[in-house]
């Protein structure tokens, strides 16, 4: 069964981190290009991260450049979001994706999807 299963989210003050990390069953992650998105309330969807399946590329968001690291770990078959100097504009549920392209553009291009995990940053 393809599973994507995030964990790391949780309560944190401004100016804080947090790792999530999203682990994969059912299929080897190394195979596919690897993107976080979130979802705030009220708001749409946004993409914050991309990695690609073959070379490494990755690219960021605006929103989150210089502050989130996203990286992969395929002899964990986990995928990780780094997040740093976080504020609240950054509290929404974050979800990790996996795409068959070797650099997905849009979140219609990704096939599975974690279940996503909250990510909370107040005082």
């Known amino acids: 069964q393809v599973q994507l299963v995030e964990s790391g989210g949780g309560l944190v003050q401004p100016g804080g981190s947090l790792r999530l990390s999203c682990a994969a069953s059912?299929?080897?992650?190394?195979?596919?290009?690897i993107g976080w998105f979130r979802q705030a309330p009220g708001k749409e969807r946004e993409g914050i991260s991309c990695?690609?399946?073959?070379?490494?590329?990755?690219n960021y968001a605006d929103s989150v450049k210089g502050r989130f690291t996203i990286s992969r770990d395929n002899a964990k078959n986990t995928m990780y979001l780094q997040m740093s100097s976080l504020n609240a504009e950054d509290t929404a549920v974050y979800y990790c994706?996996?795409?068959?392209?070797?650099?997905?553009?849009?979140?219609?291009?990704?096939?599975?999807w974690g279940q996503g995990t909250q990510v909370t940053v107040s005082s």
């Open positions: 059912g299929f080897t992650l190394d195979d596919y290009a």
């Open positions: 994706a996996a795409s068959y392209q070797l650099l997905p553009r849009n979140a219609d291009q990704y096939a599975y």
């Open positions: 990695i690609s399946s073959s070379d490494g590329y990755t």
